[in-house]
Every structure is written in C-alpha cells, then in structure tokens.
C-alpha cells in the first residue's frame, strides 16, 4: 500500500504559489520523496482565500486540504519544532507541522520538519498505516 504524503504548509499573506511550490519540491526531496508521491497539500482553515496556497496545489497537481483549528490542536504535542512567535500568533508550535500531522492522520510521523523560504513554511509528514 503507498503511504500517504502530506505537505503542511504556513505562509504570509500574499506568498506567491512559486514560492510554496518550490518549497514544497525541496522538503520532499529532504524528505526522501519524488513528487509523485505527494497526497495533498494541507494548511489551516484560517488560510482560507490565499491564493497561493491554491495555484501551488494546483501546479503541482494535487489537491489543497484546509484543516480545522480542533485538528492542527490536536497533532501539536507531535511537533517537533516550536516557534514562540507562531505560538503567539497561533497557539501552535509550528503552523506547517500540525498541519502535515494533522492532514496525514494520527499514526503519522514528521519525516522533514518545518523547513522555511522568506515567506511560507513547509514539513512532510507520512502515514503508513
């Protein structure tokens, strides 16, 4: 059974898809992952209307998953890198490692944690339950 991939994505506003696609190709690829391999982009519902997040998804040929606040709260204790700003800002230790955990499911393990560009975030988390 292939193992499910999931980016999770943080971003600025207004962070262009170049931009989050390129991230994205580059934690698989730290990851040990070929594209192909990649199930979904995931970030929070609060990212809801930016238009990166979605034309990245779309470039790269998958779908953009937003996940609910309960839910990135949920695979928090899980992370493995711990922003005070973020925390401050979301009451997450990393946007984009709650979001690949939470998107990827409760057996899931970070493979990339959160790797950054100037403006978004992006971890790799696997299941393969």
Do not use: D, Y
Not at 14 to 26: K, P, S
Not at 78 to 88: G, K, M
Not at 102 to 113: D, E, T
Request: net charge neutral; hydrophobic share 55%; charged share 20%.
């Amino acid at each position: 059974m292939k193992p499910f991939v999931a980016a999770g994505l943080g971003c600025r506003k207004g962070c262009r898809a170049e931009e989050i696609a390129a991230l994205v190709r580059l934690a698989l690829q730290e990851a040990g992952f070929e594209l192909a391999a990649l199930s979904g982009l995931f970030a929070p519902a609060f990212k809801q209307g930016e238009a990166g997040l979605a034309e990245a998804a779309t470039s790269l040929g998958v779908p953009l998953v937003l996940i609910p606040q309960a839910a990135l709260e949920a695979a928090e204790p899980r992370v493995l890198t711990r922003s005070e700003r973020v925390v401050a800002l979301t009451g997450l230790g990393s946007v984009a490692e709650t979001a690949a955990l939470a998107g990827a499911g409760p057996q899931s393990i970070l493979k990339r944690a959160r790797i950054a560009s100037a403006n978004a975030t992006c971890a790799i988390a696997v299941n393969e339950a």
